[in-house]
C-alpha cells in the first residue's frame, strides 16, 4: 500500500475512493480541473456528510483491511492501470443513461496475480440466463481464452459465471469486474468462483474492500467492463438488462459491440436480437468472428466458408447440371443410357461429360461408363 | 384456355413452355429479341431433339390436361400475371448461380381460385427444419396473413408447409409456387396441403400440368418465389440450401431480404445467422419487422419499444435513483428514515423526494410516507 507511505496524490485518490461513491461525473471533473490532492483537501476541509465521511476515514484501517484482503490499489500512471480505463476520461454520457454517472475512477482496486490484459473482450448478459446462453457464452469464452484472449465479465450468476468458467476451462485469463469489494463474495453462490479467479487471475473494483454492492455501483461498474475491453459482446439479455447499460458504455467508448443471435422466441435473445435488428451490434456465431473483429485473426481455427462462394456445380450451366444430376454416385452408366434418360443427342451427351470431367465433377470408369468424381460436388 | 382459341402469341408461348425447361436465359433472350411466335416457328422448323419434341406438341392435348387440372394459362400482359415477375427480364443473373438460368418466364400456370396479391412475402427455409424453425414460420405467416399480407413459399416439407399452413390457420393468402406442374401432388406428404392451397388460395407453376419436378426446375422455381414477392425471409436453412438460392434471386432483383435469427449451435440457423452477420439480409424478430420494411405499418400491431428509450428511472441522477432505490414498493417510509437509512440531510431528501414526485415516481401516502408510484418505474 504505496498510499499509506505519504504519497499524496494516491492519498488523495485512495480517501476519495473510500467516502465518494464510484462514477460520480462531479467529483471525476473536479479531480481532473483542480487535481484529486486539492479536491481531497477540500472535502475534508468543508461540511455536510460527506465532509464528516472524509474527515473520519481511517485510511490506515483501509490499508490494514486492504493488505488482509489481499487487494492492492491502482491510480492513473501506474504499470498496471488498465489503459483502456483513460477513455472514460473524455467520452460523452449524453447517450447513457443515468447521465450523470460515468468519468475516470479515481482508483481501482486489484486482487489476483494478473494484470488487465492488453487484448480482452467482455462477455455480458442476463444472471437470469437459458441453457442456450450460458453454453454460449461458456464455448466463446473458452475459445477466446484458448486463442490468448482474456475474458472479462461482471462475477454474476447466469452468463458471467458461465463466461468466466468458460475462460477457466479453456486454460486462460479472466477479470471480474465486480460492483463491491474484491474481497466480497457477492453473489454468494459464486464464492468458490470469484475465489478462483481471485488466486489464479483477476478481481477488480472501483470500490473499497468491504464495501457491498448497490443498484448505482452496479450501473458504475458496467463502464469499467466495456472501457477495460477490446470489444463486448452480448450473449444473451431480456429486454431490459444490465448489460444493455454496458452496450451503451460501449458505444460510447467506440468499443466494437457485438451481439449473439438466439431464437426470436426467447426472452433471453430480445437484446441481443435487436442490437443486431437494429444495426447497433454486429452479429457474431463464434470465436472465430470476434477474433476477426477485434483485429486478431484466429490462426488455428478454420477459415469459414463465404457465404457466397459457388460450388463447381453451382457454376454449371443448366444443361450441364441437368447431365451431372443423372450421374449415379455408385456405380456407373453408359453416355448412351443418359443421352436416352435425358432425352438428349447422344454426341450432345458425350461431348458434355467431357466438360464434366473437365470441372472435376465425373469421372470415367475403366469400362467406360460415368459417375459422379468423389469429392468433386462438394 | 385461351390457347387453343387461336391466339397466336398465346400458342407460341404455351408450346414453348412445353418444351423447354424453365429458366433458359437463352430462350427467355431469343423471345425478347425476336417475339415468341418466330421462336417457336422456328423451333419447330429446326432439327434436333427440341424440334422433334415441338413438332410433336399435341396442343389440344394440352388444352385437355390442363382443364382437367383445373389449370389456366396466364402470359406477360394478362390480368393476371404477377406484375413482379417482369423484373426477371431486366435483372443480370451474374452474381447468381447458375447464372445460365433466369429471364422472364415464357408463361405461367395458376390453380385455384386467387391470384398473387400486390402485397406478399415469401417465407423460405430448409425441408430439414427443426421445431423452432417451423413454429417461427407458421407464427409469421399467420401475422402476416392476419395483417393482410399473402404469404408465397414453395410447398416443400419443413418451413414451407409451415408457413402455408400458418398463413391459412391466419385466415389469410398463400401461394404455392411449385417445381413441377400445379397438378402434380409433390411431395407426396403435402398433397392435403396442395390440394387445400389449390382449392382456396392459389398454386402456381411455370411448368405445363404432369411435369415434375428437378434439380434445375427448383432453382428455376426459385426465381419466381423472389420476383413475386415483396420481401423474402429465410427463416431456417443450413449452409447449404435452395433458400440461399432464393436469397440471391432477391438481392439481384432488388427485393428485401430478411432473416430470422436463431441459435448458434443450431445448423438450421447457419444461413439466416450468417446472412445477416454478413448484413446481406435485415435481421427479423417478428411480423411487426417484416411489415415495418415492406412498408405497411401494422397499425394493430404494438409498436415496439426503441431499443435505448431510456425510462424516466434510467435517466435520474445518481443520487435521486439512490433514493428511489430506496422506496419501497409496498407500504410507505418516512423521509426522516430515508435520510438517516442513505445518510444524507433531511431537507436535501425532501426536496429529492418532490423532485421523484414531479418526475412521476415517488407518491406520498396520506400520512405522509412515501412510496415508489405504482407504473411509474416501468
Not at 9 to 18: M, P, Y
Not at 198 to 217: D, K, M, N, Y
Not at 311 to 340: K, M, S, T, Y
Request: hydrophobic share 50%; charged share 20%; proline share 6%.
Amino acid at each position: 500500500m504505496s498510499a499509506a507511505v505519504g504519497d499524496a496524490e494516491r492519498e488523495a485518490r485512495l480517501g476519495l475512493s473510500c467516502v465518494v461513491e464510484p462514477g460520480s461525473l462531479e467529483v471525476a471533473r473536479a479531480v481532473a480541473e483542480h487535481g484529486a490532492i486539492a479536491v481531497w483537501a477540500g472535502l475534508r476541509g468543508g461540511s455536510g456528510a460527506l465532509a464528516r465521511r472524509a474527515s473520519a476515514l481511517d485510511l490506515t484501517a483501509v490499508a490494514r483491511q486492504a493488505v488482509d484482503a489481499g487487494a492492492r490499489f491502482v491510480i492513473p500512471g501506474d504499470a498496471e492501470w488498465p489503459r483502456g480505463l483513460d477513455d472514460l476520461g473524455a467520452v460523452s454520457t449524453r447517450a447513457i443513461t443515468p447521465a450523470e454517472l460515468g468519468g475516470l475512477p479515481l482508483g481501482i482496486w486489484l486482487r489476483g496475480p494478473a494484470s488487465v490484459a492488453a487484448r480482452s473482450v467482455a462477455i455480458v448478459g442476463s444472471r437470469a440466463s437459458t441453457a442456450y446462453g450460458e453454453g454460449v457464452a461458456a464455448d466463446l469464452a473458452a475459445d477466446l481464452a484458448e486463442a490468448g484472449v482474456a475474458v472479462i465479465s461482471g462475477g454474476a450468476y447466469g452468463i458471467d459465471a458461465a463466461a468466466h468458467r468458460g475462460a477457466l476451462a479453456g486454460g486462460g485469463a479472466t477479470v471480474a469486474v465486480l460492483a463491491c469489494g474484491v474481497d466480497v463474495a457477492y453473489p454468494q453462490g459464486n464464492a468458490s468462483l470469484l475465489a478462483a479467479i481471485a488466486a489464479e487471475h483477476l478481481v477488480l473494483s472501483e470500490l473499497a474492500p468491504g464495501s457491498h454492492p448497490t443498484r448505482v455501483r452496479f450501473l458504475a461498474r458496467n463502464r469499467l467492463i466495456a472501457a477495460a475491453t477490446s470489444a463486448v459482446v452480448v450473449v444473451e439479455a431480456a429486454h431490459r438488462s444490465g448489460a444493455r447499460n454496458t452496450a451503451s458504455w460501449a458505444r460510447a467508448l467506440g468499443r466494437p459491440l457485438l451481439a449473439v443471435p438466439g431464437p426470436i422466441t426467447s426472452a433471453g435473445s430480445v437484446t441481443p436480437n435487436q442490437l443486431i435488428r437494429d444495426h447497433v451490434a454486429e452479429a457474431v456465431t463464434g470465436a472465430a468472428d470476434v477474433l476477426e473483429i477485434i483485429g486478431r485473426a484466429g490462426e488455428d481455427l478454420a477459415p469459414e466458408l463465404p457465404p457466397d462462394a459457388p460450388r463447381p456445380v453451382d457454376a454449371l450451366p443448366a444443361d450441364l447440371l441437368g447431365l451431372f444430376e443423372a450421374l449415379p454416385g455408385r456405380g456407373g452408366i453408359a453416355a448412351g443410357d443418359l443421352a436416352l434418360r435425358l432425352a438428349r443427342e447422344l454426341p450432345r451427351v458425350i461431348i458434355d461429360l467431357g466438360r464434366l470431367e473437365e470441372a472435376g465433377l465425373a469421372l470415367q470408369l475403366p469400362d467406360g461408363r460415368w459417375k459422379i468424381r468423389p469429392g468433386g460436388a462438394g
